[in-house]
T-cell receptor, first 113, second 115 residues
Framework: GESVGLHLPTLSVQEGDNSIINCAYS??????FIWYKQESGKGPQFIID?????DKRQGQRVTVLLNKTVKHLSLQIAATQPGDSAVYFC????????????FGGGTRVLVKP | GAGVSQSPSNKVTEKGKDVELRCDPI?????LYWYRQSLGQGLEFLIY????????KSGLPSDRFSAERTGGSVSTLTIQRTQQEDSAVYLC?????????????FGQGTRLTVV
């Protein structure tokens, strides 16, 4: 069935380095792709989204890249900090599905001092 | 309140008992979600309410699970005859449902333990 999934379950990153979190998706009809961050003991929190007609969007220290040819989404975090340690989920939404958010499996990012 | 509120924060119940989990969404948000998350796992979609539309119940794992949303605001997730495999954190989220609102606000969750 349609799904949004992740390549790597755990990513260890040295503090100060850049992090890249990857996500594969299967539904070409998605209107938006979104990244969420979940810290331990908390609910997920919105980071950034990208419309399907774009290929890049930048936020504060984060950049999302969308490659529709290979159905691949990535989140890049610049100068990774200890506070970036969390689980990151990609998600997609479609207007035709009432904007329901469908989440991928998550990647745990561990920042090493 | 300022955010999504869920209650109780923790619930321990005996196998076979019924439980009710409550979600108070952000005022004015028309969309409301329930997700389930097992320890160290991803978000399992359960049900989605959007305005006055019929809810999307496609994620409910069995007929022991049901949810309602009264007056377009508060939602209750009910699990009947709980089983040990129902143990998880149940997360509620709401969103403002603008043209393509992608930012859902999550509550802290209810940790359900079935013993």
């Amino acid at each position: 069935g349609e799904s949004v999934g992740l390549h790597l379950p755990t990513l260890s990153v040295q503090e100060g380095d850049n992090s890249i979190i990857n996500c594969a998706y299967s539904n070409s009809a998605s209107d938006y792709f979104i990244w969420y961050k979940q810290e331990s003991g908390k609910g997920p929190q919105f980071i950034i989204d990208i419309r399907s007609n774009m290929d890049k969007r930048q936020g504060q220290r984060v950049t999302v890249l969308l490659n529709k040819t290979v159905k691949h989404l990535s989140l890049q975090i610049a100068a990774t900090q200890p506070g970036d340690s969390a689980v990151y989920f990609c998600a997609e939404s479609r207007w035709a599905a009432g904007n329901k958010l469908t989440f991928g499996g998550g990647t745990r990012v561990l920042v090493k001092p | 309140g300022a955010g999504v509120s869920q209650s109780p924060s923790n619930k321990v119940t005996e196998k076979g008992k019924d439980v009710e989990l409550r979600c108070d969404p952000i005022s004015g948000h028309t969309a409301l979600y329930w997700y389930r998350q097992s320890l160290g796992q991803g978000l399992e979609f359960l049900i989605y309410f959007q305005g006055n539309s019929a809810p999307d119940k496609s994620g409910l794992p069995s007929d022991r699970f049901s949810a309602e949303r009264t007056g377009g605001s508060v939602s209750t997730l009910t699990i009947q005859r709980t089983q040990q495999e129902d143990s998880a954190v149940y997360l509620c989220a709401s969103s403002g449902q603008t043209a393509m609102n992608t930012e859902a606000f999550f509550g802290q969750g209810t940790r359900l333990t079935v013993v």
